[in-house]
């Protein structure tokens, strides 16, 4: 079992940054390959970028490449998302998720999964 908790979301100008934090408890986190996915209003969930259990693999959608950039740190059971360069279009709710079964882009592959925490990018 594993529990999500996302956070570091808020209202963020055009062109700003954010940082979401992906806190984890459970004990196969440190061994579980973590996704971050969003859902914007009347839009399908989409994959935004996922990390490898070892921390040195690492997937982004093409929408987010070169401006986000994925990470973790086992020992605090955590996965980060740094946000630069954020455009209106970035405005979702945004889900970390963990999943045993390697890095995956595929939100059903994923067996865990967070509430959310909202980012919204003003003009």
């Known amino acids: 079992q594993v529990h999500l908790v996302e956070s570091g979301g808020g209202v963020v100008q055009a062109g700003g940054s954010l940082r979401l934090s992906c806190l984890a408890s459970g004990r196969t986190f440190s061994t579980s390959s973590v996704g971050w996915f969003r859902q914007a209003p009347g839009k399908e969930r989409e994959f935004v970028a996922a990390?490898?259990?070892?921390?040195?693999?690492?997937l982004y959608a093409n929408s987010v490449k070169g401006r986000f950039t994925i990470s973790r740190d086992n020992a605090e059971s955590a996965v980060y998302l740094q946000m630069n360069s954020l455009k209106l279009e970035d405005t979702a709710l945004y889900y970390c998720?963990?999943?045993?079964?390697?890095?995956?882009?595929?939100?059903?592959?994923?067996?865990?999964w967070g509430q959310g925490t909202q980012v919204t990018v003003s003009s």
């Open positions: 990390v490898a259990w070892t921390g040195s693999g690492t």
């Open positions: 998720a963990a999943t045993s079964l390697g890095i995956q882009r595929e939100s059903v592959r994923y067996g865990y």
